[in-house]
């Protein structure tokens, strides 16, 4: 499930193009009916707990806006409301949404959604996902270019595809953003893969 928000008046990810690299990463499962590719666009908190409520999922990949306070050190997601407005979506409340769905794998390529609070460590986004049970979570220590995060999810995907193991296919995808965007920079780093078991593949 491709989960997208893009609420007026933040600045624009590249959702449509980073969700044709996923495509692109899966056309060949997807083609002998082995994957399948669903999308969730302008998802709302109440339309995202829906779709989770029907089941039948194994990655949620969310694309859009994160932060992390630093006075209350507490994560969150940047969702939308009804109206196609800013709702931000505390880490407690997207944890309860997600977590308990079978998920297998859970995708956040938001801005900060990797950080940890300073006392409480789990009061970030994914930490909190993590400490809830989910099996393996990908997220972004800090801010990222949106290039070099849509590079990052498309060979991460694309070496699952292949059978390759969550740590592997994260290794190969670091590669990847260094390779199209340089090692000058750090954004090959802000990733970050938290895994019960790092040698999984999903198949």
């Known amino acids: ?26 056309r060949n ?39 992390f306070d630093p006075e209350s050190h507490e994560g969150s997601v940047l969702m939308e409301d009804a109206a196609g407005r800013p709702r931000p979506l ?8 997600v977590c308990r769905r079978g998920l297998r794998l859970v995708f956040l390529n938001a ?9 409480d460590w789990n009061r970030g986004v994914a930490p909190a996902l993590v400490a809830a049970g ?8 800090y801010s990222v ?23 592997d296919a994260a290794r190969e995808a670091r590669l990847a953003v260094g390779r199209e965007h340089g090692t000058s920079g750090l954004d090959w780093a802000v990733p970050v893969l938290f895994a019960r078991d790092p040698r999984e593949a999903l198949r």
């Open 1 to 26: 499930l491709v989960v997208s928000a893009r609420p007026r008046g933040v600045p624009p990810v590249a959702a449509g193009e980073e969700t044709a690299r996923i495509r692109a990463a899966f």
């Open 134 to 141: 989910l099996p393996a979570v990908v997220a972004n220590q």
């Open 111 to 119: 801005c900060e959604t990797g950080r940890g609070g300073r006392s």
């Open 90 to 97: 505390a880490f407690e409340s997207f944890r309860q949404i």
């Open 29 to 67: 499962l997807v083609g002998t009916g082995l994957a399948r590719i669903e999308l969730l666009p302008r998802a709302t908190p109440a339309r995202l707990q829906r779709r989770l409520a029907e089941g039948r999922l194994d990655v949620l990949h969310f694309i859009g806006h994160g932060a």
């Open 145 to 167: 270019l949106d290039q070099a995060a849509t590079a990052f999810a498309a060979d991460f995907y694309a070496q699952l595809a292949r059978g390759k193991a969550l740590a």
